[in-house]
C-alpha cells in the first residue's frame, strides 16, 4: 500500500499538533501519541479521548454507465465510412 508522504510536529513548547502544516483542532497535551519508526518510514497513533462520535458515510458512487456498442447495422456503416475515408 503507497501512501503519499505527510509531516506531523510535536510542538511541546505550544501544546499543539501540527500536521501537514496545520494545527490540529485539539492540543498535544489531551491525547496520547505512540510513535513507532522503522528505517526512513514512522508510524503515529494518537490515541483521542471524545466525549461524541459521528460517523458520516461516504458518498455513494456515481453509477458507471456501460458504453454503448453499435448495432450491426451501426458497425457495417461505420466500416463502409472508413472505407469511403481511405478513398479520398
Known sequence: MHHDPVGLILDYARDAIVFDGDDLPFPLSQIQIKVIQENDRAVAVLTLEVDAMRIIPPPEPEPVEPESVPTPVEA????????ARRGQ
Open 76 to 83: 457495417f456503416e461505420e466500416k463502409l465510412a472508413r472505407i
